[in-house]
């Protein structure tokens, strides 16, 4: 019978499990033992460091051919320099990213492939993720009304979001303006001591700064990729 498994499985044990067809998504799978497995047919997309597969080190490798390398290794840093480097690495990648969708007509740019997000969609994701990771928890300011949160949050009560709006693509490229400008002015103040300061995220609890920070980058990263990837077969 398949199961959802969510929280700390740290050290867990997986023995005899068929784990087939399984999806494992936003996982921690640092220090994993995988022993007398099968590895067929299988899709891995991972920041690499350090693994080894069947006695051979293919951390080079994989880093070596991965379009999105170094940037994926840059979005959880150790130091509010980190934070300013990734913050500038990720806007570096959106503003291809942007020039392509600007280059577009507007309805393509709400048009969904393959039931994914539309590009305007996407934006607003990334809206309710840094208003929910950071401009709530952090700076103490509402929600944008256009926020979208993904399918599985919609049934959370994010509070002012209206779920029904219809946005133009210049709508929700100036509360992303609004949102980005007031994240880069945190970063490029941020200092030390305030990465371990504890906030209350909605719906996720507590979490330190770095945490939110980390997940807003992640989430900026990882949509920009789907982007490109959807905009390619609009064009």
């Known amino acids: 019978m ?3 498994f ?5 050290e867990s044990v ?4 068929d784990l087939s067809r399984s999806t494992l998504r936003d996982v921690n799978l640092t220090g994993v033992r995988v022993s007398h497995a099968w590895l067929v047919d299988v899709d891995i997309d991972a920041l690499v460091e350090r693994v080894t597969i069947n006695g051979v080190d293919v951390t080079d490798f994989v880093n070596e051919h991965d379009a999105w390398y170094p940037l994926r290794a840059m979005l959880r840093p150790d130091d509010p ?9 990720l806007d570096a990648a959106w503003s291809t990213t ?3 969708a600007r280059a577009l007509p507007e309805p393509k740019l709400h048009e969904s492939v393959a039931g994914e997000f539309s590009f305007v969609q996407t934006l607003r994701h990334l809206v309710m993720a840094i208003d929910k990771w950071f401009t709530a928890p952090i700076l103490g300011e ?3 009304p256009m926020g979208l949160p993904n399918t599985g949050s919609l049934d959370f009560d994010f509070p002012g979001l209206d779920l029904a709006s219809d946005p133009t693509f210049a709508e929700v490229l100036a509360v992303r303006a609004d949102r980005a ?3 880069r002015d945190y970063v490029d103040r941020l200092d030390s001591g305030e990465l371990d300061r504890e906030v209350v995220v909605l719906e996720n609890g507590p979490n330190p700064v770095r945490e939110c920070l980390f997940t807003v980058f992640e989430e900026e990263f990882h949509h ?3 982007a490109r990837r959807d905009l390619a077969q609009l064009q």
């Open 142 to 144: 509402p929600f944008d």
């Open 98 to 100: 942007m020039a392509t």
């Open 224 to 226: 920009n990729r789907y």
């Open 81 to 89: 320099a980190g934070m300013r480097r990734a913050l500038d690495a």
């Open 2 to 4: 398949p199961e959802d």
């Open 181 to 183: 400008g007031k994240l």
């Open 6 to 10: 969510e929280g700390d499985l740290t």
């Open 14 to 17: 997986f023995w005899g499990a």
